[in-house]
């Protein structure tokens, strides 16, 4: 427990943090979490390492959040430890907004001994092939990989390699991620429920190299697309594993919609039979109304009601036709 002799000293950091944007529920946490802050000199201490990070590009939003999500930002030394932080990080991410963004992502970024632990990180990369660009990538979209220990990351960077990935693309990064992310006992056994589907291990590694982050899925976001592509749609299962990126769409809102209307183009022959999964499902929303919706108003009046969930697509009376024998739904 901390003792006050005078109250000045704590009232003084409490407002400064109030003048610097935290609200009261922020302020509450950081005292909670580290109170010996209240006994920190606020225009000696404090201060300089919030104008630090404001004069790096902070918002005023977003300073309040990152110290509440890591108070001992504010027990680092700046000369020390927070500059050369930064600078590190700017000389491998080049702009401040990249900086800024791996700082929001990740309440270790600054925390870290940078030198002991990223830098042979990054240097590893390097060696093997990736560009700066997918080292960005990499460092902002997934900060705390690129503090794990260097036995762990060789240990992955060489698996990824035999995998086929080249080091020289973002999708190599994503694959570092995902093996990271997974003992392989889990990897193995998310092949194990796309086999029950009818991928062989060559399907398996086409979707992986294709789109590795499908791998974190949950088996039940996985088997529901599937059920629904495979036994309600009738498409092939190794059609999913050339574009498994299907698999991370949102089933309600944008697989059944999207496949609904096609299914009605289908039955009246207005599109082709072999439309691909990627052709009405990855564009984005303008996009695809137009292309399938607004296109064929005269024709189906219907359509945007069936893809708004405003109508029953049982009730459409065109349902009940059949392609090639069988019931659309």
């Known amino acids: 427990m901390i003792h006050f002799e005078n109250p000045e000293g704590p009232d003084s950091v409490l407002n400064l943090f109030k003048e610097n944007g935290f609200d009261d529920t922020q302020i509450t946490k950081i005292v909670r979490t580290r109170p010996h802050l209240l006994l920190s000199d606020p225009e000696n201490i404090l201060l300089p390492k919030i104008e630090f990070f404001r004069s790096k590009g902070v918002s005023s939003s977003d300073l309040p959040r990152i110290i509440t999500t890591s108070p001992d930002l504010l027990n680092r030394s700046l000369e020390n430890h927070i500059i050369p932080c930064y600078d590190f990080l700017k000389s491998v991410l080049v702009v401040n907004k990249k900086v800024i963004t791996t700082l929001k992502r990740s309440r270790f970024s600054f925390l870290y001994n940078i030198t002991k632990t990223m830098v042979p990180n990054i240097e590893l990369l390097r060696e093997v092939g990736a560009s ?24 992955a960077v060489q698996e990824v390699k035999e995998m086929g990935f080249n080091p020289s693309r973002v999708v190599f990064m994503e694959a570092l991620r995902v093996v990271l992310s997974l003992r392989k006992p889990t990897r193995e056994y998310k092949f194990e429920i796309l086999r029950r589907w009818g991928w062989s291990k060559e399907d398996f590694l086409i979707a992986f190299r294709k789109h590795p982050c499908f791998m974190l899925l949950s088996e039940e976001k996985i088997t529901k697309a599937m059920n629904y592509l495979v036994n309600k749609l009738g498409r092939p299962s190794t059609d999913i594993a050339r574009t498994p990126v299907v698999l991370n769409l949102s089933l309600e809102k944008r697989i059944i919609p999207r496949c609904s209307v096609v299914q009605i183009l289908l039955a009246k022959d207005l599109v082709k039979n072999d439309l691909s999964l990627s052709t009405f499902l990855l564009p984005n929303e303008k996009n695809f109304l137009e292309r399938f919706v607004i296109k064929f ?20 009376e065109f349902q009940s036709e059949k392609v090639g024998g069988t019931e659309l739904l």
């Open 132 to 155: 700066q660009i997918t080292i960005s990538f990499f460092v902002t979209r997934y900060p705390n990989f690129a503090f794990i220990k260097l036995s762990k990351l060789v240990k």
């Open 297 to 316: 108003q005269d024709a189906v009046p219907q359509l945007l009601s069936v893809y708004q969930n405003k109508m029953d697509l049982m009730d459409v």
